[in-house]
C-alpha cells in the first residue's frame, strides 16, 4: 500500500477533496470543536465525510476520545 503526504496551501476542505477524488481513501483529524463554534465556524472532517468521493476516516483527538469516555461512564 502506498501513503502519500502534501504540504499544499489552500481552503482546507476544498483542498482535500481535490486530492481525495483519486484516492482509495481520506484519513482526517478531528479538533473536538462541538456544539455552536462547530456550526459557526464549519467543520473539514464534516465536509469531507459528506462531500468526499471515497471513504473517509475521521480520527479523534486523544482529548476528544477522553473527553467522550468520562461522559459515558457518568
Given at each position: 500500500m502506498e501513503i502519500e503526504y502534501r504540504a499544499v496551501l489552500g481552503q482546507p476542505?476544498?483542498?482535500l477533496l481535490g486530492i481525495a477524488r483519486k484516492a482509495?481513501?481520506?484519513?482526517?483529524?478531528?479538533?473536538g470543536r462541538g456544539g455552536f463554534t462547530a456550526l459557526m465556524l464549519g467543520s473539514v472532517?464534516?465536509?469531507?465525510?459528506?462531500l468526499a468521493t471515497c471513504p473517509v476516516l475521521v480520527v479523534p483527538s486523544r482529548q476528544e476520545d477522553l473527553k467522550?469516555?468520562?461522559q459515558q461512564a457518568e
Amino acid at each position: 500500500m502506498e501513503i502519500e503526504y502534501r504540504a499544499v496551501l489552500g481552503q482546507p476542505a476544498e483542498t482535500l477533496l481535490g486530492i481525495a477524488r483519486k484516492a482509495r481513501m481520506l484519513v482526517v483529524g478531528s479538533r473536538g470543536r462541538g456544539g455552536f463554534t462547530a456550526l459557526m465556524l464549519g467543520s473539514v472532517s464534516e465536509q469531507c465525510v459528506h462531500l468526499a468521493t471515497c471513504p473517509v476516516l475521521v480520527v479523534p483527538s486523544r482529548q476528544e476520545d477522553l473527553k467522550q469516555r468520562a461522559q459515558q461512564a457518568e
